[in-house]
């Protein structure tokens, strides 16, 4: 009998659904929500209350598009946190009602771990154990992968991600949120011609916020001397920043790498779809002889595939969840 998992996502302002069976992803639908951009960043009640308005059209299309019916599902899983609390709980409310009512196992899952697992959505897939650099708005974490379902954290950061890093860049220079991608191809224009320093951190731990404040600064301080300075010169800057950021990542992965003897290496996540990273972990592979794994970028940003992936794998090993499951927005990896 084939195992088929519907799967949810909603930790933050994307509602996504999946279908997968056997292993393989049949389906992937994500519904983002634009309204946020005229905040600059994202509004939790708001962001909740689109989840309650897209859940149902989006899980209908990924069964559709599947060419599954409800009764042939074996499973349904959902992402439990960490993530937008009100998000979450619609989320995790519809997945527990649509079990309950099919009479099928519930599989609860940590957001981050997923988007590590999202390397087996599609070939080629990194071979056991691997190292995982995980990149997103809210966190920066070096994974040991040494199974499936068992993962340590080598490093994370002490403070700001690299995401948070790039968007707060993006506020300061007056860029569209999320202003990862819009810095991303302005840097592809420019040179990294300013110089920021590089934090201080030993071992295998990230710091951004020093970073940051650095840029902010530079900003003021230039844009004092010429009030034109940001227009004049915002592929630059932009390239400077990104050089910096990708850097750090970088540097920090190799020395994983070096301390492990690990030649499998693979980057997940949001961040992970900037291409000065992507470009950066295939050169550095090379020169290292690192066999180096960089997901589609359908599965870089939230989706519902990777928590379909890692569903599949809970429900080889029968780890289930009941009906008592309760998401939360902080939750240890």
Partial sequence: MSIIILAIESSCDDTAAAVLCDGNILSNVVASQEVHRKYGGVVPEVASRAHQENIVPVVDLALRNAGVNRGELTAVAFTKGPGLIGSLLVGASFAKAMALSLGIPLLEVHHMQAHVLAHFAEDPKPALP??????????????????????????????????????????MLGLDYPAGPVIDKLAQTGKPVFQFPEPQVPGLNFSFSGLKTSILYFIREKTKENPAFVSENLPDICASVQDRIVRILLKKLRLAAEQTGIREIAIAGGVSANSSLRDGLESLGKTAGWNTYIPSFEFCTDNAAMIAVTGYYKYL????????????????F
């Fill in 130 to 171: 691997f190292i995982c650099l995980t990149v997103s708005g809210g966190h920066t974490q070096l994974i040991l992968v040494k199974n499936h379902l068992d993962m340590q954290v080598l490093g994370q950061t002490l403070d700001d991600a690299a995401g948070e890093a790039f968007d707060k860049t993006g506020k």
């Fill in 317 to 332: 090993q029968g780890d289930f969840a009941g009906q008592d499951a309760a998401p939360v927005a902080r939750m240890a």
